[in-house]
């Protein structure tokens, strides 16, 4: 459930690896009011990773153990980075395989994550 009517983000995209990348927005009011994207217990103003050839208990998909978060108590192993303001494209390099994120910014301006 989104708290908000906005910063939705969302994309998502296989790695070259198999893995699943997904971008979420925040789902909060301007400048992450909620501060959802700092909160590790959420899925929100997230890039999650995971595993969608593996099940895991309940879920139809594994979290990789790589993952920064998969053995820390109290987060959601599913993320791969946090403090997203609102994601809305993501993209692999082809030649390096990096994770390029085009994010909306705030006010002036906008940002690009690598």
Known sequence: TWPNGGHN???VRFAPDGTLY????DGSGIADSL???QNLGTVLG????????KAE????YAIPKDNPFASTPGARGEIWAYGIHQSWKISFDPATGDLWAGEVGQ????SVYR
Not at 22 to 25: A, L, N, P
Not at 107 to 110: P, R, S, V
């Open 9 to 11: 983000g969302g994309c």
């Open 22 to 25: 997904i971008s979420t927005g």
């Open 35 to 37: 501060e959802t994207g």
């Open 46 to 53: 997230k890039i999650l990773r995971i595993d969608v050839d």
């Open 57 to 60: 208990g309940d879920k139809g």
């Open 107 to 110: 006010d002036l301006w906008e």
